[in-house]
T-cell receptor, first 115, second 115 residues
Framework: GAGVSQSPRYKVAKRGQDVALRCDPISGHVSLFWYQQALGQGPEFLTYFQNEAQLDKSGLPSDRFFAERPEGSVSTLKIQRTQQEDSAVYLC?????????????FGPGTRLTVL | AQTVTQSQPEMSVQEAETVTLSCTYDTSESDYYLFWYKQPPSRQMILVIRQEAYKQQNATENRFSVNFQKAAKSFSLKISDSQLGDAAMYFCAYRRMDSSYKLIFGSGTRLLVRP
């Protein structure tokens, strides 16, 4: 595809359910980022992949959050036992190379609502 | 830790007029990047303009320009000849130049454009 795609665009979960959010980066992009954007706030970093290696997961808020990118392309962000405070938009971004400057291209995000 | 502050939750501008959005940041690094991103209601984060800290010349992209004051750690965005399509959330962001590639965002400024 021409850009970063994310699915689903909207997800409603009951508290305690597990959810999986998918990100398809731009083909050939080495770096992949996940951000969490709470309502009325700026995005906050969650985790970073270079190819299949998860190099930084310092932003994951708890051990209920898990991300993977097994083949260095598609990535999945999984949230176990969802809680109301997990309600947010989850943004994925990818960039071409692992250098100091490469533009991060963002997907449209997945809006997660936990009831 | 680096922080980014946007003190204007909302700004309003008349179509065809000029508006300036403010951003301050805090870092102990000497080299870094600064960005302005636009996020329309579709949620797709779009890069508007970027500035390398080692460059003294302010960046310009068509109707968008920045006023970068490194000593004051200030990075404002000026939008000239405002258009209805400029209405969106605008986020200021910081990024280190080394291997920490995450973006650190401010809380955003909502720009309203009056016809």
């Amino acid at each position: 595809g021409a850009g970063v795609s994310q699915s689903p665009r909207y997800k409603v979960a009951k508290r305690g359910q597990d959810v999986a959010l998918r990100c398809d980066p731009i083909s050939g992009h080495v770096s992949l980022f996940w951000y969490q954007q709470a309502l009325g706030q700026g995005p906050e970093f969650l985790t970073y992949f270079q190819n299949e290696a998860q190099l930084d997961k310092s932003g994951l808020p708890s051990d209920r959050f898990f991300a993977e990118r097994p083949e260095g392309s598609v990535s999945t962000l999984k949230i176990q036992r969802t809680q109301q405070e997990d309600s947010a938009v989850y943004l994925c971004a990818s960039s071409f190379r692992d250098r100091s400057y490469n533009e991060q291209f963002f997907g449209p995000g997945t809006r997660l609502t936990v009831l | 830790a680096q922080t980014v502050t946007q003190s204007q939750p909302e700004m309003s501008v008349q179509e065809a007029e000029t508006v300036t959005l403010s951003c301050t940041y805090d870092t102990s690094e000497s080299d870094y990047y600064l960005f302005w991103y636009k996020q329309p209601p579709s949620r797709q984060m779009i890069l508007v303009i970027r500035q390398e800290a080692y460059k003294q010349q302010n960046a310009t992209e068509n109707r968008f320009s920045v006023n970068f004051q490194k000593a004051a750690k200030s990075f404002s965005l000026k939008i000239s000849d405002s258009q209805l399509g400029d209405a969106a959330m605008y986020f200021c962001a910081y990024r280190r130049m080394d291997s920490s590639y995450k973006l650190i965002f401010g809380s955003g400024t909502r720009l309203l454009v009056r016809p």
